[in-house]
């Protein structure tokens, strides 16, 4: 995913999650398995305060929401 799609519902992480399979089969994902998948997830989500920091973007990765999943799924296709 080249650009971060920004998330406000439900539906819109649910589309998004279809939208990364579709991607998935058309371009080559870094992290290709399950396992480099959501190593690459849980290294993004701990720094995702350095991420936030730099998009100036005021989001506290402690609190939970859709656009926090939704960055943490976009990072984990290619975050080593």
């Known amino acids: 995913m080249t650009e971060r799609t920004r998330i406000e519902s439900r539906q819109e992480l649910i589309d998004l ?3 990364l399979l579709d991607e998935n089969d ?3 994902w870094q992290n290709e398995t399950a396992h480099s998948f959501l190593q690459g ?4 989500l701990n720094d995702a305060d350095g991420f936030y920091r730099n ?8 609190n939970a929401s859709w656009q926090l999943f939704a960055d943490a799924l976009q990072a ?3 975050y080593e």
């Open 55 to 62: 998009i100036k973007e005021a989001r506290d990765p402690n």
């Open 76 to 78: 984990a296709a290619v």
């Open 26 to 28: 058309a371009v080559e």
């Open 17 to 19: 999650i279809f939208k």
């Open 41 to 44: 997830m849980a290294a993004w």
